[in-house]
C-alpha cells in the first residue's frame, strides 16, 4: 500500500479501507466468494430499464426517486417519508454513520460483523467498541442492553456467520436504548428471517437498512434504502443532499421499481436459494463440516481437520473461490455463497475429492 502523497487532505492516511470479495475472470469460474444471487433479476426490470432508456437519458433523474420510495413503501406497508434511498446499502450505511451514529459516545457492533463498520467509523471519525459474540456466533441481545453508547449497528442476518436475532430481541434492544439510534442491517434477511420493518412505528430509534443486490438479484446496479421515523429519513436526507443530490439514475430507479413490485419472482428466487442452501448445508455436514445455522443466502464452516485457507487454495484451483478471513476467531471458517445446485454440487464434488 501506498504510503501516501504530498496532495493527500489529512483524513485520506488513516483509514484501512474495505477489501470486497474478489471478482476475479477465470475461465470455468464457479463463484461463491461475493454472496450474489445466483438467480437473474425479474425479466420485468430489464423491461423496465429498456424502456426508460429508450425515453431518453439527457435529463436529470428524480432527485427523491419518489417512484421507487413510493414502491418500496407500498411493499412494506409503511409511509414513503419513512423511505430513504441511495447507491446499494453501503452509501446508505456511510450516510447513516454520518447522519445518526458521529456522538461523544462509543457506538457499538459485534466483534464479528461486516467489516466495513470499523472503516466507516475510520473515515468519519465515530469512535466504537466491539462486542464479542457468544461462542456459538450469536448475538446476544443483553449485551447490547444497559451500556451507555452514541448507537447500536449490527446485521441481521450477521455476516459472515448468517445467524439470525429473533425479532422479539431486536425489539428489547431497541427498547433498553430509546436514546440512541439501532441500525439493523437487514441485507440478507429476506433468505430466512423476519423483517425488523414492522417495528419502525413502535420505535422512532429504530433504523432497517436493506438492499436490493441480493435477494431481488440487482447487485450490478447498486441501489438500497433505510426505513425508519420521518426525522432519521430527514436527517440521511440532510446529508445525502449535501453530498449528491441525485444518487440514483433514471435506469436503477425504474429497474428497482420493477424489481419491488415483481412479488411472485422474488418470493421463487428466495425459496430457490433457501431450498439450495439447506441442501449444500446437509451435504457438507456429511463431509464432517462443522456449518452453522444459517438464515442467510450463505453458510460458514469450518472442518475440524482441515486448514481452512488451505481449503479455499485447493478449491481455487479447481476454479471454484469462497471467501476466507483472516481474522480473529473465524480464521478456520470458510463463507460459501449458496449458488445454483449444478454449482453447490460441483463444490461438494471437489472437496469430497479434496478430502480424500
Same mark, same amino acid.
Given at each position: 500500500?501506498?504510503?501516501?502523497?504530498?496532495?493527500?487532505?489529512?483524513?485520506?492516511?488513516?483509514?484501512?479501507?474495505?477489501?470486497?470479495?474478489?471478482?476475479?475472470?477465470?475461465?470455468?469460474?464457479?463463484?461463491?466468494?461475493?454472496?450474489?444471487?445466483?438467480?437473474?433479476?425479474?425479466?420485468?426490470?430489464?423491461?423496465?430499464?429498456?424502456?426508460?432508456?429508450?425515453?431518453?437519458?439527457?435529463?436529470?433523474?428524480?432527485?427523491?426517486?419518489?417512484?421507487?420510495?413510493?414502491?418500496?413503501?407500498?411493499?412494506?406497508?409503511?409511509?414513503?417519508?419513512?423511505?430513504?434511498?441511495?447507491?446499494?446499502?453501503?452509501?446508505?450505511?456511510?450516510?447513516?454513520?454520518?447522519?445518526?451514529?458521529?456522538?461523544?459516545?462509543?457506538?457499538?457492533?459485534?466483534?464479528?460483523?461486516?467489516?466495513?463498520?470499523?472503516?466507516?467509523?475510520?473515515?468519519?471519525?465515530?469512535?466504537?467498541?466491539?462486542?464479542?459474540?457468544?461462542?456459538?456466533?450469536?448475538?446476544?441481545?443483553?449485551?447490547?442492553?444497559?451500556?451507555?453508547?452514541?448507537?447500536?449497528?449490527?446485521?441481521?442476518?450477521?455476516?459472515?456467520?448468517?445467524?439470525?436475532?429473533?425479532?422479539?430481541?431486536?425489539?428489547?434492544?431497541?427498547?433498553?436504548?430509546?436514546?440512541?439510534?439501532?441500525?439493523?442491517?437487514?441485507?440478507?434477511?429476506?433468505?430466512?428471517?423476519?423483517?425488523?420493518?414492522?417495528?419502525?412505528?413502535?420505535?422512532?430509534?429504530?433504523?432497517?437498512?436493506?438492499?436490493?443486490?441480493? *435477494?431481488?438479484? %440487482?447487485?450490478?446496479?447498486?441501489?438500497?434504502? =433505510? &426505513?425508519?421515523?420521518?426525522?432519521?429519513? /430527514?436527517?440521511? +436526507? #440532510?446529508?445525502?443532499?449535501?453530498?449528491? *443530490?441525485?444518487? %440514483?439514475?433514471?435506469?436503477?430507479?425504474?429497474? =428497482? &421499481?420493477?424489481?419491488?413490485?415483481?412479488? /411472485?419472482?422474488? +418470493? #421463487?428466487?428466495?425459496?430457490?436459494?433457501?431450498?439450495?442452501?439447506?441442501?449444500?448445508?446437509?451435504?457438507?455436514?456429511?463431509?464432517?463440516?462443522?456449518?452453522?445455522?444459517?438464515?442467510?443466502?450463505?453458510?460458514?464452516?469450518?472442518?475440524?481437520?482441515?486448514?481452512?485457507?488451505?481449503?479455499?487454495?485447493?478449491?481455487?484451483?479447481?476454479?471454484?473461490?469462497?471467501?476466507?478471513?483472516?481474522?480473529?476467531?473465524?480464521?478456520?471458517?470458510?463463507?460459501?455463497?449458496?449458488?445454483?445446485?449444478?454449482?453447490?454440487?460441483?463444490?461438494?464434488?471437489?472437496?469430497?475429492?479434496?478430502?480424500?
Amino acid at each position: 500500500m501506498s504510503s501516501g502523497n504530498r496532495f493527500w487532505s489529512p483524513v485520506v492516511h488513516d483509514p484501512v479501507p474495505y477489501v470486497p470479495g474478489e471478482q476475479p475472470r477465470m475461465p470455468g469460474l464457479v463463484k461463491l466468494n461475493t454472496n450474489e444471487n445466483p438467480y437473474p433479476p425479474s425479466p420485468r426490470v430489464v423491461q423496465a430499464i429498456q424502456h426508460t432508456a429508450a425515453l431518453g437519458l439527457q435529463r436529470y433523474p428524480d432527485p427523491e426517486s419518489t417512484a421507487l420510495r413510493e414502491a418500496i413503501a407500498r411493499h412494506h406497508g409503511i409511509d414513503a417519508a419513512q423511505v430513504f434511498v441511495g447507491n446499494g446499502s453501503d452509501e446508505v450505511l456511510a450516510h447513516v454513520f454520518m447522519a445518526l451514529l458521529k456522538h461523544d459516545t462509543p457506538i457499538l457492533f459485534p466483534d464479528i460483523t461486516y467489516s466495513f463498520y470499523p472503516v466507516y467509523c475510520g473515515l468519519y471519525g465515530v469512535d466504537y467498541q466491539t462486542v464479542p459474540l457468544a461462542d456459538d456466533y450469536t448475538i446476544n441481545p443483553a449485551d447490547y442492553c444497559g451500556k451507555p453508547n452514541g448507537g447500536i449497528i449490527f446485521p441481521n442476518p450477521n455476516a459472515p456467520t448468517g445467524r439470525l436475532l429473533a425479532l422479539d430481541a431486536i425489539e428489547r434492544i431497541a427498547q433498553a436504548n430509546p436514546d440512541s439510534v439501532v441500525v439493523v442491517d437487514e441485507a440478507y434477511v429476506d433468505f430466512g428471517g423476519t423483517t425488523a420493518i414492522q417495528l419502525v412505528d413502535r420505535y422512532d430509534n429504530l433504523l432497517v437498512v436493506h438492499t436490493l443486490s441480493k *435477494s431481488r438479484s %440487482l447487485a450490478g446496479m447498486r441501489v438500497g434504502f =433505510a &426505513v425508519g421515523h420521518p426525522a432519521l429519513i /430527514e436527517a440521511l +436526507e #440532510r446529508v445525502k443532499n449535501s453530498f449528491n *443530490s441525485y444518487p %440514483l439514475d433514471r435506469l436503477a430507479i425504474a429497474g =428497482a &421499481v420493477a424489481a419491488m413490485e415483481d412479488g /411472485e419472482y422474488f +418470493e #421463487r428466487c428466495c425459496q430457490a436459494v433457501i431450498a439450495t442452501r439447506e441442501t449444500l448445508s446437509a451435504d457438507l455436514t456429511g463431509l464432517g463440516f462443522e456449518v452453522l445455522p444459517s438464515a442467510a443466502n450463505f453458510i460458514f464452516v469450518r472442518h475440524p481437520q482441515r486448514d481452512a485457507a488451505e481449503l479455499a487454495k485447493a478449491l481455487r484451483e479447481r476454479s471454484i473461490i469462497v471467501r476466507h478471513f483472516k481474522l480473529p476467531r473465524i480464521d478456520q471458517f470458510l463463507r460459501i455463497t449458496v449458488g445454483t445446485e449444478g454449482e453447490c454440487q460441483a463444490l461438494v464434488a471437489a472437496l469430497r475429492g479434496i478430502l480424500a
